[in-house]
């Protein structure tokens, strides 16, 4: 967990989704998260689309109000995201999100997030990561993922 240059920790998960890719891809999207993640809420700082592409760049608030900006680093149609989240003044979030179909009506999202502490606070913040912190915060993702897509059928 710790290297020479500073505490990082990588954590990985597979969530189930009852859609097929195309339908799950346009919702892992800063505007379109807000229809189906409770809470969420991004501020689109540039994008030429409106949605998530490359080089699009946006903010959210943390728990304590402190200001997170987003940058979607990659955006392949139907098959992967990729994102970098920096918190000023405590670490950096590094974001891949690989979707793959091994069935009809069935997509896997794999998840991996790697955290990279760039001050005493990110280090504290990432050694009080539980893996059962993170597996309730994947679980309530794909609950919430899955609600909204059972409600909305095309």
């Known amino acids: ?4 240059h500073g505490t990082r920790l990588t954590r990985e998960y597979r969530q189930t989704l009852h859609a ?3 339908r799950v891809f346009p919702l892992l999207c800063p505007v ?9 809420d991004a501020r689109l700082i540039h994008s030429e689309s409106g949605v998530a592409e490359p080089r699009a760049v946006f903010t959210t608030q943390s728990d304590s109000g402190a200001q997170i900006i987003w940058l979607v680093a990659e955006h392949q149609r139907a098959h992967r995201v990729h994102l970098v989240r920096w918190h000023p003044e405590s670490m950096v979030v590094d974001i891949e999100l690989d979707l793959s179909s091994p069935m009809p009506d069935t997509t896997w999202l794999d998840i991996r997030y ?3 502490a760039t001050s005493p606070a990110g280090r504290a913040q990432i050694e009080a990561m539980t893996l059962s912190l993170w597996h309730a915060q994947m679980e309530n993702w794909q609950h919430h993922l899955n609600a909204w897509l059972a409600a909305h059928r095309e």
């Open 1 to 4: 967990m710790t290297s020479r």
């Open 20 to 22: 097929e890719r195309e």
């Open 32 to 40: 379109r998260e807000k229809d189906w993640l409770p809470g969420w």
């Open 114 to 116: 790697t955290y990279t």
